[in-house]
């Protein structure tokens, strides 16, 4: 059991989300596929639960933005015009000697071939090439003949199947600018040149992106709105400040349409990261595409002002920021004598949000208690009900995937009709009659919560 003042490591982590089936290496029964997982049953329910939380907070809560969910595979024009056939690339180099190949622009989190591992470049056998570009695209062939004219590309990012629908949903949406349009419609593809790091760098990952369309003179004052309106976002589902910061690109750092970016950056276990960016795209993706399709993608005002807004994009990936929150959750600690791992996640991330235990499952009256209470819950809530083992085991199993709470029917129950529940980060117990126990249980969900772990 590691001090809780040892720093976290993504070793830990990943040993945590197999162990519990949260996440496992993909095709591992034929040696894997680099830098691929597949997501098993808790990793699953914390995915939805992310990407529900980001939709509510998103769409369902606001007046002014409206879903999407666009094609993975485009016309390969959109991709010419977008720039990215050209342009969507990282400077690569190769090592002669070691047959490696590493993002030159990140050769200081990269390890070279050789034993005792270093950075590439630092071993004198090291014989690095000049960098050249390298497209990150996937081609695919469309159609049943494999010629040029059936290439085709699985999309490197959500953002240009919004842009080029800006017409369909302006004309349809009933908004004007400032409006948002927001997706969440599944993977993302990108042939990293090296992957890594568990989730955070992955070939295929599920972004969630929104557009916001702005008039051209409010885009700063926007651009400023969501980096405050993002970061509070994961404040309040709990992720600690000291965790958390925001980065703004220097000028030689930005995209040659943006007029500021901004990284919202986690301190994951390899150090300060992007979680998220924050971009002013300016009118740089509706101009290109309405010159290269002839539709015009513009707002026209009653009095019959035409321009062309501004966007403003707030990107991310569910995996990114699932990585975040169990580092961030995660403990290793002693109570009493016992040790335990703790996920300290937010009730409303949580995969699981209660167990139901009966204290002595061969008891007929707890168990049927138990039974017909996960039954209840169930119906509006992803609980729990384990019968198997000790009760401390199973108190530990639930505290490992983060369930926050537990209700245990004891013999108590049998004559009082109430039920232990048992909060995972505090370990506090209380008594409640077990007709209480749904209306508890929503109430507690819909408290704030702040982090056990927050300095
Ligand atoms: P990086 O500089 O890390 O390569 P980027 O600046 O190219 O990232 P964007 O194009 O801005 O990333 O993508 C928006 C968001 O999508 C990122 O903030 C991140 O959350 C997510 N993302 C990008 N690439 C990956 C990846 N390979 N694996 C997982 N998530 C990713």
Redesign the pocket.
Known sequence: MADPTTPLTMDTIVSLCRRRGFVFPSSEIYGGIGSTYDYGHYGVLTKNNIRSLWLRSMVQERDDIVALDSAIILNPRVWEVSGHVAGFTDPMVDCKFCKLRFRADRLEDAHCGQKPSRRPGEASDCDLTEPRQFNLMFETQVGALADGSSTAYLRP?TAQGIFINFKNVAQLARRKPPFGIAQVGGKTF?N?IT?GNF?????E?E?MEMEYFVPPDEADEWYRYWVDARRNWYLDLGLREENLRVREHAAEELSHYSSGTS?LEYQYPIGW?????IANRGDYDLTQHTNASGTKLEWVEQDGTRYTPHVIEP???I??IMLAFLCDAYREEVVGDRERVVLSLHPLVAPVKAAILPLIAKDDGMATRARALYEELRRFHVVEHDEGGQIGRRYRRQDEIGTPWAFTVDEQTLSDETVTVRERDSLAQERLPISGVRAWLDDALAQDWRSPHSR
Do not use: M, N
């Not at 989730?199 to 070939?203: G, K």
């Open positions: 990012e990108r990293e992957p989730l955070f760098r992955l070939r990952f972004q990284d990261q992007e979680l998220e960016g990107a991310v990936s995996d990114r």
